[in-house]
């Protein structure tokens, strides 16, 4: 079997595409500016946990001086403070850096009941 063409591959091609929309050009712009901005921020934020991660906090002292009279009954720590718990309900506040007291906080245990 033989088949003929006749004319060719260009005579049967559009003669020119049609323009493209304002419209749709802006969206595609669009599209592509905030992809580039969301990857710009999550390389930004993976860098700044990054950052933040490898930064050491101030060394605790080797001991914790505690008031006369007082117990610790917890203990927790922040980046520039450490907080102890003592049995009279209180919250002694430390600096990191120094030990010096910073604060004491007394908790007022309700008696209450619903």
Known sequence: ?????TGSDMENAPEDP???????RFLRRLVTVLTAVM??????ITALIVIRTQQSATPLPDTITLPDG?????????RNWYAVVTEDDQI???????GRLLQVIN???SSESD
């Open 1 to 5: 079997m033989v088949t003929c063409k």
């Open 18 to 24: 049609a323009p493209e929309p304002a419209n749709l």
């Open 39 to 44: 990857i710009g921020g999550v390389i930004l």
């Open 70 to 78: 007082t117990t610790a009954t917890a203990f927790t720590q922040a």
């Open 92 to 98: 002694l506040i430390f600096a990191r850096d120094s």
């Open 107 to 109: 908790v007022v245990v």
